[in-house]
């Protein structure tokens, strides 16, 4: 920091008044007495308290061996999960970050290799616990693509319905959790509130409000409920109004910009080099997102648009972040009034069950659905990589196959891991209070680090 | 009501009432660690709101904690931060393991987990479910409560 | 094949390439790892996605397989490169000095394989604890699985 002033006075108004527009005390000479010869200028000053000695403000002649390592985690309520973060710190400057991951390691990918390629969603649901739809999208369209098959449209249409609305309900995490980080603790109330519909929504779809093993190799699950567009359309009508909220929470708040402006600054190159993909990436100005570049799941018929930021900074993030949550609902619009008819499902009796009713009927069907769900279908031999783009990210899906009923190797790229390796760039030479609104605002999944 | 146990009848009435202050607030330990915690967290929100059971604190040190609620997968690298956490809880103090993968290892059963949690400590209430939705995991903070009421569980 | 791919088929002889369900894949010699790595780079891959390995047992004669998924956004191309391991002190060469997103990844590789990555700037164990002993994804490390046992405990309701 030798560019900054040393001047303690202009140190001071800067991070007190934060671009407020109010003229500073200025001292008069009305009714003032005589200074008398022992007053100099230096010492009125330190009478009218402008001076300030704390030893936080940027210093360099700090020694070498000043410096402290500080532990933060795994068990803290504002890592987001298990991080944990060896910070060594200068006063309150930050020098060196190191994070450690792999305190939540659920050996994931070793259990898919037992586990059948229809069992291998409920695995990898639970990966990105956030966006259980996408990390069984990314699994399924590979497994897909190894059997060479296209599900239906009406298939495809739901999955994307299910993955945007995924999308909005962890973009409302990644806000409640960072609002809170910061000190907003109403907007940790909101986001749950705003979730309560969709995830409503999801139980009465899938069964389950997390974590739901619903798209599969071959399609979806089940078909929608009777009357799911009256709860969707209720759902779109009602979270306008929601984030409008949100935005006159924070939008203009001036200490959620002082917070969040030029904090954890990532620029556009250093994003590249590091792998980061999804919102931190394009908060720094790249226009990257899979959905655009490379279409999967039908997601080309709609139209929507991909909201980019400046600088890189904690604001920026939270900006893109809403600005998808609004371009996710109008997809989910267009998804509800274009939903095509027909199958939820490949009929390929090989790959996906029978209805339960006709197992009572068909001895082929009895069969089929024994031989699916104790042995599983076989995928041919081969090795894909197929990616999603996750609400961190780009998911994908490496899968290699050799024949049998359960993959050979199931390896998943995870967004939240390369985007964890910026942070002691984002953070050197920032202050400890930063830390926590960069973690938050790069939003890891640990589940999605350690698998 | 819980009945209470015979004896001495001015002691009984100390101890129910140290019960009843005991369940009144009882105030969590932060320790979500994968998707459990989500919905513990969509439990202390305002639509399954914990703050009727004066729960609403979690609690960042463990030290100003009576409930260690361990939700999630723990892994062998976590387990003995778990230990060491738990030892840091002042008595009395109670866990609930919440969710499949904190009582038995759930659907990993591998090497990387702790096949349940009561491996490492002594846990008082499992909640089942993966993960339990949170009404199921407020069932299992009242029944812990039932539990220290009727003097089950003597600290 | 996209000329990027035409050009860099030229520049290395010995690599191979293949298509597989739609995506391109060069099977790379160990040796080449780097050189076609930072021709790669230099061609417009500015994304290293992905470094991951397959343990192919007894499979084939080299055990084990490196896998590095490239991204170019200025092309909007995906590039797979693999290359081969043997058994014996399996070694490859880091990407890291041209991808620094490649860094966990490669940690990762080294946890779970015991493949090592020369030039990496920080080679330690990072999912498992730092004691740990064995390489969890290799296919002679067993699931450790535990067989399931009811423990006893009264109804509650």
Not at chain 1, 48 to 60: A, E, P, Q, S, T
Request: charged share 25%.
């Amino acid at each position: 920091m030798s560019d900054e002033t040393n001047d303690p006075q202009t140190e001071v108004v800067d991070l007190w008044v934060a671009g407020s527009e109010e003229p500073q005390f200025q001292p008069t000479d009305e009714g003032a007495q005589e200074i008398s010869a022992g007053e100099t200028p230096d010492r009125l000053d330190a009478q009218f308290g402008r001076v300030i000695d704390d030893d936080y403000l940027f210093d360099d002649d700090v020694a070498e061996d000043e410096r402290v390592i500080v532990n933060m985690g795994p068990q803290h309520p504002s890592t987001h999960g298990v991080l944990r973060l060896e910070i060594e710190i200068e006063g309150e400057v930050i020098r060196r970050t190191k994070p450690i991951v792999g305190y939540l390691h659920t050996g994931m990918e070793k259990t898919a290799e037992q586990l059948t390629f229809g069992q291998g969603p409920t695995n990898v649901t639970r990966m990105d616990y956030l966006a259980p739809f996408h990390g069984e999208l990314a699994y399924s369209l590979a497994v897909e693509k190894l059997l060479d098959i296209e599900v239906p449209p009406r298939a495809a249409a739901i999955r994307v319905l299910m993955t945007e609305l995924n999308r909005v309900t962890s973009h409302l995490v990644a806000l409640a959790t960072n609002g809170m980080d910061i000190g907003a603790l109403s907007m940790m109330i909101y986001g749950f509130r705003e979730r309560e519909s969709i995830l409503a929504f999801f139980e009465k779809t899938t069964g389950l409000r997390m974590n739901h093993n619903y798209i599969r190799p071959g399609g979806v699950v089940a078909d929608l409920p009777p009357g799911w567009k009256d709860d969707v359309g209720g759902i779109l009508k009602d979270f306008p109004r929601r984030l409008d909220q949100y935005d006159d929470l924070l939008k203009e708040n001036p200490i959620w910009l002082s917070r969040t402006r030029d904090v954890g600054v990532i620029s556009s190159e250093e994003a590249i080099a590091f792998s980061i993909t999804g919102p931190a990436l394009r908060a720094a100005g790249v226009d990257w997102d899979l959905r655009k570049a490379f279409p999967y799941s039908g997601i080309e018929n709609y139209e929507f648009e991909v909201p980019l930021g400046e600088n890189g900074d904690v604001y920026d993030r939270y900006r893109v972040r809403i600005d998808e949550m609004w371009e996710s609902l109008k997809i989910v619009e267009q998804v509800m009034d274009a939903m095509p008819k027909g199958d939820y499902r490949v009929a390929d009796r090989k790959i996906t069950p029978p209805p339960r009713a006709r197992i009572d009927e068909s001895m082929e069907a009895l069969i089929h659905h024994f031989k699916l769900f104790t042995e599983g279908f076989k995928v041919p031999p081969g090795e894909t990589y197929v990616a999603v783009e996750s609400p961190r990210g780009e998911l994908g899906c490496y899968l290699v196959s050799d024949g049998e009923a359960t993959p050979y190797r199931m390896h998943t790229r995870a967004p939240s891991f390369f985007n964890l390796q910026a942070l002691p760039m984002a953070m050197a030479d920032s202050l400890m209070a930063d830390t926590v609104a960069t973690i938050a605002s790069m939003d890891p999944v640990m589940g999605d680090v350690d698998r | 009501m819980a009945t209470t146990p015979p004896g001495n009848l001015l002691m009984t009435t100390v101890e129910r009432a140290a019960n009843w202050s005991r369940t009144r607030s009882m105030w969590p330990a932060t320790f979500g660690l994968a998707c459990c915690a989500i919905e513990m967290m969509a439990a202390g929100a305002a639509h399954y709101d914990l703050a009727r059971f004066g729960m609403e604190v979690f609690r960042a040190s463990p030290r100003q904690a009576d409930l260690m609620i361990v939700a999630g997968r723990v892994s062998q690298k976590m387990a003995p931060v778990l230990r060491q956490v738990y030892d840091q809880m002042p008595d009395p103090k109670w866990v609930i393991s919440m969710g499949a993968c904190a009582s038995s290892g759930g659907m990993f059963n591998n090497y990387a987990l702790v096949q349940g949690v009561d491996q490492i400590v002594p846990v008082d209430i499992y909640v089942p479910g993966c993960p339990p939705g949170p009404q199921s995991l407020m069932h299992g903070i009242l029944t812990l409560h039932d539990k220290i009421m009727a003097g089950e569980i003597k600290r | 094949m996209i000329p990027v791919f035409e050009t860099l088929s030229g520049q290395f002889d010995q690599v191979v390439w293949e298509q597989s369900h739609g995506q391109d894949v060069a099977r790379v010699p160990a040796d080449d790892w780097y050189a076609f790595a930072e021709a790669a780079k230099g061609h417009g891959f500015e994304v290293c996605a992905d470094v991951t390995a397959v343990d192919w047992m007894r499979q084939r004669p080299d055990r084990f397989e490196v896998v590095a998924n490239l991204l170019s956004m200025s092309l909007g191309a995906r590039l797979r490169m693999s290359t081969s391991v043997g058994r014996d002190e399996p070694t490859v060469a880091s990407l890291t000095p041209l991808w620094p997103g490649a860094g966990f990844a490669e940690r990762e590789v080294f946890d779970m394989f015991g493949i090592n990555f020369e030039e990496h700037p920080d080679l330690t164990r990072i999912l498992m604890p730092d004691d740990w002993v064995g390489h969890p994804l290799r296919k002679d490390f067993g699931v450790g699985s535990v067989p399931v046992q009811f423990k006893a405990s009264h109804q509650v309701d």
